[in-house]
């Protein structure tokens, strides 16, 4: 198994709803994403996959949506007031937890086809949350397929 890890950095605003702390205040962040790669081959290249091919398309991905952008749970009434600016806000379903953020970041990671395991955001320099989706547990040998009868 051959692993690899991206760093992309990018600042986000957001708030939290229904969160009892200074959280639910609008405020920024300088993030950090630590994209990880896994195959258990290497290309043609010996590569899991070209580290600036990962720059060149997630960067562009979070450039585009969450760089120096507010991102806020729809429902949020902050969103109208800042797009009635002319301002862009970047909406999700769940609160903007950096739990949340990971797992988006983990999911446009896949859509761009990469053989990603897991994604890291650092909130602050102390604080991280980590994504990585429940794997189903390993068949065993003898399950399906197998057309060996027992001797
Ligand atoms: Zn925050």
Same mark, same amino acid.
């Given at each position: 198994?051959?692993?690899? #890890?991206?760093? +992309? ?11 009892? %702390? ?8 300088? %993030? ?9 081959? =290497?290309?043609?290249?010996?590569? #899991?996959?070209?580290?600036? &091919? ?7 991905? +979070?450039?585009?949506?969450? &760089? ?7 429902? &949020?009434?902050? +969103?109208?007031?800042?797009?009635? =600016?002319?301002?862009?806000?970047? #909406? ?60």
């Amino acid at each position: 198994m051959y692993e690899i #890890v991206k760093h +992309i950095e990018f600042c986000f605003g957001h708030r939290l709803i229904d969160y009892d %702390g200074k959280c639910n205040q609008p405020h920024g962040h300088n %993030g950090r994403a630590e994209i990880r790669l896994a195959h258990n081959k =290497l290309n043609e290249q010996g590569m #899991v996959a070209d580290f600036r &091919d990962i720059r060149h398309s997630m960067q562009a991905w +979070i450039d585009e949506n969450l &760089d120096h952008r507010m991102i806020l749970q729809r429902g &949020d009434p902050l +969103i109208e007031a800042i797009e009635n =600016l002319g301002q862009h806000v970047y #909406v999700i379903e769940e609160n903007p937890t950096t739990e949340n953020l990971a797992r988006l970041l983990y999911e446009q990671t896949e859509l761009q086809g990469f053989p990603v395991v897991s994604v890291t955001l650092w909130e602050t320099s102390d604080s991280y949350a980590t994504y990585t989706p429940k794997r189903l547990p390993k068949q065993p040998k003898n399950d399906i397929g197998s057309e060996t009868t027992a001797p």
